[in-house]
């Protein structure tokens, strides 16, 4: 197939591409940035628009294209409400209605399960309707919505599916990892509560594959919402740990009450929002929820319909994790 993948010099993004062009498809890609990736043709450009010129533009990409795997988005735990808006809504709208008119026959949209997370714990649920009404903070209700609009775009000649990987970590991850050990480097990352809530996450390339999956799939499949993880729900506590240890930092030894985290966070998050930064804040409502209630999930389905499992397991990866920060600078 020809496959464009939009957001592809994003971490979870160039994994995607790289594994659709190792598989022998040939790949385009589309963001603002290159991609890095040898052997796909990058177009930059922005999904807020459909022609930044004419041959660098949304139109321009999807063109000629069979397929579309759409993850550009806004991702961050706070920023302006319109930009999330344009970016994550907006901009969806506007690859499904380029890809339609370009005769594309397949779209995969990469969501998240925040999209069907109100801040209680999450045990063993499969896939849960995305609600923009119950969803946490301006980055899961927008993506709620765009899941919604992508899977009302489903037709006949355009199979759409909707896939939300969780969590998603690995070697050179800034968004999740980094984070967490430059925390921990510093002593500023506490244990939420008792730290034991059960919680899922994904590796990378299980992750990209999965969403490889999605795409061969979508024509059997269309019209559905998968929920991607390892499948290997662990203790918060174990999880950063694993982290920490693989970056040979110290684990978390401090604990704060997952109560006064939420309310810290949400006075953080009217903080930002009064004064905005460009930085992000080292705690809101969203995150506390994340990691202090147990978010696991029911995988039977996912890998049954997309005839897919995960190759590699939480421990393989906290080793390919060591074995990059030995070498890392």
Same mark, same amino acid.
């Given at each position: 197939?020809?496959?464009?993948? =939009?957001?592809?010099? %994003?971490?979870? %993004? ?15 890609t ?7 990736l /040898? %052997?796909?043709?990058d177009?930059?450009?922005?999904? !807020?628009?459909?022609?930044? !010129? ?5 139109a321009?990409?999807? +063109? ?18 319109a ?9 969806t ?6 890809s339609?008119?370009?005769?594309? #026959?397949?779209f995969?949209?990469?969501? +998240?399960?925040?999209?069907?997370? +109100?801040?209680? #714990? ?6 849960? /309707? ?11 209700? !927008? ?12 037709a ?8 939300r ?6 070697p050179?991850? !800034? ?6 050990v ?51 729900p ?12 693989a970056?040979?930092?110290a684990?978390p ?5 997952? +109560? ?5 966070g949400?006075?953080?998050e ?10 992000? /804040? ?9 990691l ?16 897919? =499992?995960?190759?590699? #397991? ?7 994790l060591?074995?990059?920060?030995? =070498?890392? /600078?």
């Amino acid at each position: 197939m020809r496959v464009l993948v =939009t957001g592809a010099s %994003g971490f979870l %993004g160039r994994a995607v591409a790289a594994g659709i062009s190792a598989a022998g498809h040939e790949v385009r890609t589309f963001q603002r940035r290159p991609s890095g990736l /040898p %052997g796909v043709e990058d177009v930059h450009g922005s999904i !807020t628009t459909l022609a930044d !010129t004419p041959y660098a533009g949304l139109a321009y990409a999807v +063109s000629g294209m069979d397929a579309v795997v759409h993850l550009a988005a806004k991702v961050s735990l706070t920023g302006d409400p319109a930009e999330f808006e344009a970016v994550n809504v907006g901009g969806t709208g506007a690859v499904l209605q380029a890809s339609k008119d370009a005769g594309v #026959s397949r779209f995969v949209y990469v969501s +998240s399960p925040s999209v069907a997370h +109100s801040g209680n #714990s999450i045990m063993g649920s499969d896939a849960l /309707p995305a609600s923009p009404e119950h969803a946490r903070g301006d980055y899961a209700r !927008t993506k709620a919505r765009a899941e919604l609009l992508a899977l009302a775009a489903d037709a006949p000649g355009f199979s759409v599916v909707a896939v939300r990987p969780h969590l998603v970590w690995g070697p050179g991850d !800034t968004q999740l990892v980094d984070r967490i050990v430059e925390r921990a480097r510093s002593g500023r990352l506490p244990l939420l509560g008792h730290g034991a809530a059960l919680i899922d996450t994904t590796y990378v390339a299980n992750a990209a594959s999965a969403i490889h999956a999605a795409l061969d799939a979508a024509k059997r499949v269309h019209g559905r919402s998968y929920v991607i993880t390892n499948g290997e729900p662990r203790p918060v506590a174990e999880l950063l740990a694993g982290i920490c240890g693989a970056a040979n930092v110290a684990a978390p030894a401090w604990r704060v009450p997952a +109560s006064a985290a939420r309310a810290a966070g949400s006075l953080i998050e009217a903080v930002w929002r009064r004064r905005p930064r460009v930085d992000e /804040p080292p705690m809101t409502r969203f995150l506390a929820e994340q990691l202090s209630t147990a978010h696991w999930f029911d995988q039977r389905r996912t890998r049954a319909d997309l005839d897919w =499992t995960p190759a590699v #397991s939480l421990d393989e990866g906290f080793e390919r994790l060591a074995a990059y920060y030995r =070498t890392a /600078p």
